[in-house]
């Protein structure tokens, strides 16, 4: 899929920041209300392999760590929410990067000392950690969380 000049990735442009921001949002917008209330899902992948692995294998990575946290969190309320029939064509997912293996562990740790649910992808049979997403959660719960890294380009 290609986008135009004016438009944005869906996992970029519908949490409500521009493309050309370089950090991710920190959930604390003027407007209040719904934008920081919407379902969000966090996907974090690591620049390293962006770098040296194909495209693919990296976005499938991601797609794994998503489809796993929303599968290990299919009976809570926001994931019920956020798969919704009525919610399906408007999902909302941020995708983001760090550095590489020790920044992703390091946020999983963090992830797990504030008790947000996520899913840390380790590929198999290689025992690598590729990324981690979280299972939905309103956006003004978790945002502050992420809002030190990069949106992956």
Not at 76 to 86: E, F, I, K, N, Q
Request: glycine content about 8%; proline content about 7%.
């Amino acid at each position: 899929m290609s986008y135009s000049a004016n438009a944005s990735p869906p996992d970029q442009g519908t949490v409500g920041e521009p493309p050309s921001q370089s950090r991710a949002d920190s959930g604390s917008g003027s407007g209040g209300g719904s934008s920081d209330d919407v379902l969000v899902q966090y996907v974090v992948l690591r620049r390293d392999l962006i770098d040296t692995w194909p495209l693919g294998s990296v976005v499938t990575q991601g797609c794994h760590a998503s489809v796993a946290a929303v599968w290990t969190h299919r009976d809570h309320p926001d994931t019920l929410g956020y798969c919704s029939d009525s919610n399906l064509d408007h999902m909302h997912k941020v995708t983001l990067e760090v550095k590489g293996e020790t920044q992703l562990k390091n946020l999983a740790e963090k992830l797990e000392a504030a008790s947000i649910q996520h899913k840390l992808w380790i590929e198999q049979p290689e025992n690598i950690p590729t990324c981690l997403a979280t299972r939905p959660y309103p956006k003004s719960q978790v945002a502050s969380l992420f809002k030190k890294l990069k949106l992956c380009k």
